[in-house]
């Protein structure tokens, strides 16, 4: 049986080699990774999946500001085991990030990702359309969501990250660790 859980220390590693083998080195130049480096999940917004022991699926949600400071989450990347995709795996991580997000009184998600398969959750372009990204993106796949309606209404400008800033071990951590698995690549 697959449970749906809070993040734990434990699972940061395995996370990593899921994100690994879902997306590859490429997945360290993009630009929502920027976004994301050196910075901490928005709190109770970082979600797995295991199955037994093994952890079979992640989400995580982080504090950015849409524009001249308007709150925002951005959302990514979502991973699941390939031997699971396509099971709905991804859609109950999804809602429950999703859910938690509301619950704890956000208004809104940004992502890039693939807009019909994030449309059945309420994403669309036009939701993003006065923002961007502070790097390259495709614009197609750059999609917001409003949990709070209106929340994005009149957003403009690039997002930038405002979450807590990762403990500076933790950050040495992780760029020995991109490091080593870009060269690898």
């Known amino acids: 049986m697959i449970q749906i859980r809070d993040e734990i220390a434990s699972d940061v590693a395995v996370r990593e080699r899921l994100l690994d083998a879902c997306f590859g080195p490429a997945r360290f130049l993009k630009t929502s990774q920027r976004l994301r480096e050196g910075r901490l999940p928005a709190r109770g917004l970082a979600v797995t999946a295991v199955h ?3 952890l079979v699926g992640t989400v ?3 504090e950015v500001a849409a524009g001249c400071g308007r709150p925002a989450l951005l959302l990514g990347p979502l991973a699941v085991d390939p031997s ?6 991804g859609g109950a991580l999804m809602r429950r990030a999703l859910t938690r997000a509301a619950e704890l009184g956000h208004g809104a ?6 807009a019909p398969y994030y449309a059945r959750f309420g994403f669309t372009g036009e939701r993003a359309a006065g923002l961007a990204m502070p790097g390259p993106f495709e614009r197609e796949r750059f999609l ?3 949990l709070i309606p209106g929340a994005l209404d009149g957003a403009e400008g690039v997002l930038h990250a405002t979450g807590r800033l990762a403990p500076l071990p933790e950050i040495a951590a992780e760029a020995a660790g991109a490091a080593a698995r870009r060269q690898a690549a």
């Open 144 to 146: 917001g969501l409003d």
């Open 109 to 114: 998600v940004l992502l890039v990702g693939d």
């Open 84 to 89: 699971l995709q396509g099971a709905g795996l």
């Open 52 to 54: 037994g022991e093994k």
């Open 60 to 62: 995580r949600l982080w």
